[in-house]
């Protein structure tokens, strides 16, 4: 008797396996979801990555906020908002996220970056 389940059962376990498929992640829950998502480490709240700043702790120590997400360093996300990052420093969430102290001077700048990040936010 032929079998033409057979081959058709072969053919679809070949395709099963994802060529050259990057698997940086490697978890089955990545699948599902569509945006990566960030937590806020002002309000704590989880938000899609583009709807908040990176603040990174660069190699050289500097604390910067990083509007590309790009930058190698240490970093932790909070919302485009002032009122988040100031939270996020004086709560010292922003500390022990970037595991450094950051002076007052440097939040001020922070905050400043902010508005201008906003700025070159309108692509
Ligand atoms: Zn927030």
Redesign the pocket.
Same mark, same amino acid.
């Given at each position: 008797m032929a079998d033409p389940k057979r081959s058709e059962v072969i053919k679809k376990e070949s395709t099963a396996v994802p060529a050259g498929k990057k698997s940086a992640g490697h978890t089955p829950a990545e699948r599902v979801k569509k945006l990566p998502m960030r937590r $806020?480490?002002?309000?704590?709240?989880s938000?899609p990555k583009k709807e908040?700043i990176r603040v990174v702790r660069t190699p050289e120590a500097d604390i910067i906020l990083d509007p590309t997400g790009k930058k190698s360093g240490r970093g932790a996300y909070?919302?485009r908002?002032k009122? $988040?990052l100031r939270?996020?420093m004086k709560s010292k969430r922003l500390e022990r996220s970037l595991e450094t102290e950051i002076p007052a001077d440097i939040c001020e700048s922070l905050e400043r970056e902010l508005d201008k990040a906003d700025e070159n936010t309108e692509k």
């Open positions: $806020c480490v002002g309000c704590g709240e938000k908040l909070v919302c908002d009122t $988040c939270k996020a």
